[in-house]
């Protein structure tokens, strides 16, 4: 429990590295943009605004997510982490939409201003200096299996790719093809919604008690091929942030003592934990069925 705790902590550490780069990036973007008259540099710059509030709502879910189980919440705080990032989808959707509409609108009123150079320099500065957080905040997470640093890292290896494509861009504008700067900041407008949706649908799939079906199955094969265990009647996931219950119903030998069916019991916590990492499983034996026949194929898997 305290390893998880801790991990919280590392991962907040991580986080805090990409906010500094992101405000260091979106300002130079931003200023550099206005000035130099790039369209995509200044797009670039406003994802980067999105990743700071993002990082944000992410740090304030991991510092929640710290918190012991209560009265109120006997499961713990961990679901902040996963509300934050539902929230964080919310503030990207919307500027994804200003950036989208910026560039439309220039593209159809004509606004082709050629970029000055020296922004090409900007775009090249923030990719290598994004990959590198990228690099570093990916074995981070990976080191302590954390779900939301390994998203901003991702995050952050796609800044990194978008201030390399920012730069091919202003080459091109300077090259009589200054129309392409629009095309680009629109491009880039469509990446952060996608970008966005794909957040959203995964927030919201963890929140509402969504869970991989092929997970469970995965659970159940390994349960059945636990000695004692005659069949895995009936098995159910949920996600607390990274965390991972499981509700399991086993079926035994009807004339097994009460002592040895819990000793199973924890076989099968000690099996998910170790093999799966998954932290809590509620496991309930029942006596074993010969007669019962599932209604459903997937009955064995429902949740």
């Given at each position: 429990?305290?390893?998880?705790?801790?991990?919280?902590?590392?991962?907040?550490?991580?986080?805090?590295?990409?906010?500094?780069?992101?405000?260091?990036?979106?300002?130079?973007?931003?200023?550099?943009?206005?000035?130099?008259?790039?369209?995509?540099?200044?797009?670039?710059?406003?994802?980067?605004?999105?990743?700071?509030?993002?990082?944000?709502?992410?740090?304030?879910?991991?510092?929640?997510?710290?918190?012991?189980?209560?009265?109120?919440?006997?499961?713990?705080?961990?679901?902040?982490?996963?509300?934050?990032?539902?929230?964080?989808?919310?503030?990207?959707?919307?500027?994804?939409?200003?950036?989208?509409?910026?560039?439309?609108?220039?593209?159809?009123?004509?606004?082709?201003?050629?970029?000055?150079?020296?922004?090409?320099?900007?775009?090249?500065?923030?990719?290598?200096?994004?990959?590198?957080?990228?690099?570093?905040?990916?074995?981070?997470?990976?080191?302590?299996?954390?779900?939301?640093?390994?998203?901003?890292?991702?995050?952050?290896?796609?800044?990194?790719?978008?201030?390399?494509?920012?730069s091919v861009t202003i080459v091109g504008a300077n090259f009589k093809m200054p129309w392409l700067d629009s095309i680009v900041a629109l491009l880039i407008?469509?990446?952060?919604?996608?970008?966005?949706?794909?957040?959203?649908?995964?927030?919201?799939?963890?929140?509402?008690?969504?869970?991989?079906?092929?997970?469970?199955?995965?659970?159940?094969?390994?349960?059945?091929?636990?000695?004692?265990?005659?069949?895995?009647?009936?098995?159910?996931?949920?996600?607390?942030?990274?965390?991972?219950?499981?509700?399991?119903?086993?079926?035994?030998?009807?004339?097994?003592?009460?002592?040895?069916?819990?000793?199973?019991?924890?076989?099968?916590?000690?099996?998910?934990?170790?093999?799966?990492?998954?932290?809590?499983?509620?496991?309930?034996?029942?006596?074993?069925?010969?007669?019962?026949?599932?209604?459903?194929?997937?009955?064995?898997?429902?949740?």
């Amino acid at each position: 429990m305290q390893q998880r705790y801790y991990n919280l902590k590392i991962a907040q550490k991580g986080v805090l590295i990409s906010l500094a780069a992101y405000i260091t990036l979106a300002l130079l973007k931003i200023i550099i943009g206005r000035l130099s008259h790039s369209e995509t540099l200044l797009a670039d710059g406003s994802g980067n605004v999105t990743d700071i509030f993002s990082s944000c709502a992410i740090m304030i879910g991991l510092r929640l997510a710290r918190r012991p189980p209560d009265e109120n919440h006997q499961y713990g705080h961990w679901r902040a982490e996963t509300l934050a990032t539902l929230i964080t989808s919310f503030i990207m959707l919307l500027v994804g939409l200003s950036v989208l509409y910026s560039s439309i609108n220039d593209f159809i009123l004509g606004r082709n201003e050629v970029p000055d150079i020296y922004a090409l320099f900007v775009g090249l500065f923030s990719g290598f200096i994004m990959f590198g957080v990228y690099l570093h905040n990916s074995h981070l997470a990976q080191k302590i299996d954390s779900a939301s640093l390994l998203a901003i890292a991702k995050d952050t290896r796609n800044d990194a790719l978008t201030s390399f494509a920012t730069s091919v861009t202003i080459v091109g504008a300077n090259f009589k093809m200054p129309w392409l700067d629009s095309i680009v900041a629109l491009l880039i407008g469509l990446t952060i919604l996608k970008t966005a949706y794909s957040i959203f649908a995964d927030s919201a799939f963890s929140l509402s008690d969504g869970f991989d079906d092929t997970l469970l199955a995965e659970y159940s094969a390994a349960v059945n091929e636990l000695p004692g265990v005659e069949l895995v009647h009936n098995i159910q996931g949920r996600s607390y942030g990274a965390n991972i219950f499981v509700d399991i119903i086993i079926w035994v030998d009807p004339q097994m003592s009460v002592r040895e069916s819990h000793h199973i019991t924890e076989k099968v916590e000690s099996l998910l934990r170790r093999q799966y990492g998954v932290f809590d499983t509620d496991v309930h034996v029942e006596p074993w069925d010969v007669d019962y026949e599932p209604m459903q194929p997937n009955e064995l898997n429902s949740h």
